[in-house]
């Protein structure tokens, strides 16, 4: 079976100093993976994705993360945290095996607070 | 910048009531998911539309829950009769075709936050 694991439930980091959220996967095929933000009471914003090329992917907000295969590890990170980086986090992703593709699977989300 | 659209916000409804939640997707994309999200946890699959057509329902409970995008563009999704286990957080979501480039991301509405009581 396909899945998505955030080891941590929360992180804890001051501002200024860097962040990572952790993200691992077990997808069939090449993996699509993307991570998202999401705001209280709100939708899942998209940041980034990692679909081929490239180990370390560029997003919004100054995110990037790094796709690391041998470790199946998808782990978002930013040089300096800032208060408003504090959110709800979800790492996503699927397989893209032989033209077929699953369905997205997400990670139960780690909860990023920035503390001043 | 476009957003999916949806309606109510939020939704307060006793059980064995029925409740219907409406999305209306960025505009040109053909693709529309609805998703269910328990509080503490992940958004789970409810069921995927290609245009009007469903593409993958397999999780969502067909005794109770129906989904609908007759022509294509916005979709509704009713839930009759509601049950206390329902209470959550329904998303709906779009996403453009793959380009040539590869995979698209898909975009979140706010979201319809049930309470059933």
């Known amino acids: 079976a396909q899945s998505v694991a955030q080891p941590e439930d929360q992180v804890n980091v001051a501002e200024g100093n860097p962040l990572t959220v952790k993200c691992t996967y077990s997808?069939?095929?090449?993996?699509?993976l993307f991570w998202y933000v999401q705001y209280p009471n709100r939708g899942l914003q998209f940041l980034l994705k990692y679909i081929t090329g490239d180990n370390l992917v560029k997003g919004s907000y100054g995110f990037e993360a790094e796709f690391n295969k041998s470790q199946t590890s998808f782990h978002l990170k930013k040089p300096s945290a800032l208060v408003s980086d504090s959110a709800l986090y979800f790492c996503a992703g699927r397989g893209n095996y032989g033209g077929s593709q699953g369905n997205l699977i997400f990670g139960k989300g780690t909860k990023l607070s920035v503390k001043p | 910048e476009a957003e999916v659209a949806q309606s109510p916000r939020y939704k307060i409804t006793e059980k064995s009531q029925a409740v219907a939640f409406w999305c209306d997707p960025i505009?040109?994309?053909?693709?529309l998911y609805w998703y269910r999200q328990i509080l503490g946890q992940g958004p789970e699959l409810l069921v995927q539309?290609?245009?009007?057509?469903?593409?993958?329902d397999s999780q969502l409970p067909k005794d109770r829950f129906s989904a609908e995008r007759l022509k294509g563009v916005d979709s509704t999704l009713k839930i009759q009769p509601a049950e206390l286990g329902d209470s959550a957080m329904y998303l709906c979501?779009?996403?453009?075709?793959?380009?040539?480039?590869?995979?698209?991301?898909?975009?979140f509405g706010p979201g319809t936050r049930l309470l059933v009581l």
């Open positions: 979501a779009s996403r453009p075709t793959p380009s040539g480039t590869g995979e698209r991301p898909q975009y």
């Open positions: 539309f290609q245009d009007e057509s469903v593409v993958d």
């Open positions: 505009s040109g994309h053909a693709t």
């Open positions: 997808v069939s095929g090449n993996p699509y």
